[in-house]
């Protein structure tokens, strides 16, 4: 079966610091790769989304950064957080290439305080 | 706005009690998806209706969709203390890319014993 892996589950920053938060995804291949940003009490704001290896498309402007080395693999970067870079974070995955009804997969999130 | 409103923001029922939230989104769409999320975890799929369907069951769980006026509700009937969990709409804007969804603010859902 599939799993999805996010880590770490917490992380507390300063602010100029840099940040890179890793997903992968197991059992499967050629994923659809996501990742959200959740405030807290609100509903989720995609950031980045890819559809393979080097197609990795930005969703809003910002100091962050997001790259698949691997099919399985997403990484969320930041070179110099922000404090407005607090919050949720998530990954997820949807299978591609079996049409448009596809759910996504969530992994347990990354809770990033900035100091 | 968002694409993806959901009404009530909040709910608190008692157990038993059926438990009805609506969402309204703006765009076409291929399909409409309802996300449930615990406290501090991730989110976990529910149901999926298509933009040809009106209604569709999953076990306690019932959700139409009426294109027409672009909203749907989810009804849980007979509900649990672990219903207690916070629920999104996402839709699937029929002329995204990568299945990318788009999710509302969600309807916090408690359950008392």
């Known amino acids: 079966s599939q799993t999805i892996h996010q880590w770490p589950a917490t992380l507390v920053q300063p602010v100029g610091s840099p940040l890179s938060l890793e997903c992968t995804v197991e059992?499967?291949?050629?994923?659809?790769l996501y990742w959200y940003r959740q405030a807290a009490g609100r509903g989720l704001q995609l950031l980045f989304y890819s559809i393979g290896i080097d197609q990795i498309s930005s969703e809003v402007p910002q100091n962050l950064s997001a790259s698949r080395p691997q099919d399985r693999q997403f990484i969320l970067s930041s070179k110099k957080l922000l404090l407005s870079d607090s919050g949720f974070y998530l990954c997820?995955?949807?299978?591609?290439?079996?049409?448009?009804?596809?759910?996504?997969?969530f992994g347990d999130g990354t809770r990033l305080s900035i100091l | 706005s968002q694409q993806g409103e959901e009404d009530p923001q909040a709910l608190s029922i008692q157990e038993g009690e059926n438990a009805t939230m609506n969402c309204s989104y703006k765009t076409s769409i291929n399909n409409l998806q309802w996300y449930r999320q615990n406290s501090g975890r991730g989110l976990v799929h529910l149901i999926l209706i298509r933009s040809n369907e009106r209604e569709k069951h999953s076990g306690r769980l019932r959700v139409t969709l009426d294109t027409s006026k672009k909203s749907s509700s989810l009804l849980i009937t007979a509900s649990r203390a672990a219903d207690t969990a916070s629920y999104f709409c996402a839709t699937d804007d029929h002329e995204a890319a990568g299945n990318k969804l788009t999710f509302g603010g969600g309807t916090r859902v408690l359950v008392k014993p």
């Open positions: 997820a995955w949807s299978a591609r290439g079996l049409g448009r009804d596809q759910p996504q997969h």
């Open positions: 059992g499967t291949s050629n994923p659809n």
